[in-house]
């Protein structure tokens, strides 16, 4: 790992830490692998420590306990929004429960949970890099009326003291910026300031 990339674990119970730590540790050959190819995909093909360090320069880790719900009719698991990441790795357990948005913009897509299988979700960072090339999704969890469920996402992001914004390569291909720099810390603030409202957060980097 690079030195200058930080694994986050704030407010993970002590007896956690150690086995979440190494597997924040071990998931990054995955991450690492997805970025290559989603830059290939961008005709980027050399990721050097800066890209890196944007891309996934800090990581941070969620353990999401959802108690199962007498009225889930009642209430709102998680409230529909993009994930300010670059990527988000999820695990989930058996249960299910979380819905994307599908492209067409008015369908919620269940996704079922596979043993041994991880989601992977964009996010708004990796959007707003590629120049709208990628593009976050949106999604939300239904709480379930019989039992509990749990889920770790780790999130990929870019660290706080990062600015983002279009790579300058795409830029120089001719291509219009649709988002302007941003400072990660102040993007993600702004996410953080308000309830979860879909896919508006984005906006706050647009041009
Ligand atoms: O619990 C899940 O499946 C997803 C949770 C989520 O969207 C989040 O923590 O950002
Ligand atoms: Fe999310």
Request: charged fraction near 25%.
């Amino acid at each position: 790992m690079s030195p200058k990339r930080k694994l986050l674990h704030y407010g993970i119970p002590f007896a956690s830490r150690e086995p979440v730590l190494d597997y924040m540790k071990k998931s990054e050959v995955v991450i690492k692998q997805l970025l290559k190819v989603l830059m290939n995909g961008l005709n980027l093909h050399e990721i050097d420590e800066t890209k890196e360090l944007l891309l996934m320069g800090s990581m941070r880790t969620n353990l999401n306990y959802y108690p199962k719900c007498p009225n889930p009719e009642l209430t709102v698991g998680v409230g529909r929004h993009s994930d300010a990441s670059t990527l988000t790795i999820l695990l989930q357990d058996e249960i299910g429960g979380l819905f994307v948005r599908g492209n067409d913009g008015d369908n919620w897509i269940h996704v079922p949970p596979i043993k041994g299988s991880l989601v992977i979700n964009v996010g708004d960072a990796l959007q707003i890099i590629s120049n709208g090339k990628y593009r976050s999704v949106k999604h939300r969890v239904v709480a379930n009326g019989s039992k509990n469920r749990i889920s770790i996402p780790i999130f990929v992001n870019p660290r706080p003291i990062d600015m983002i914004g279009p790579f300058p390569e795409l830029i120089e291909n001719g291509e219009k910026p649709i988002y302007k720099q941003v400072l990660y810390s102040d993007y993600v603030k702004h996410f953080f300031c308000k309830a979860h409202d879909g896919k508006e957060t984005v906006v706050f980097a647009e041009l």
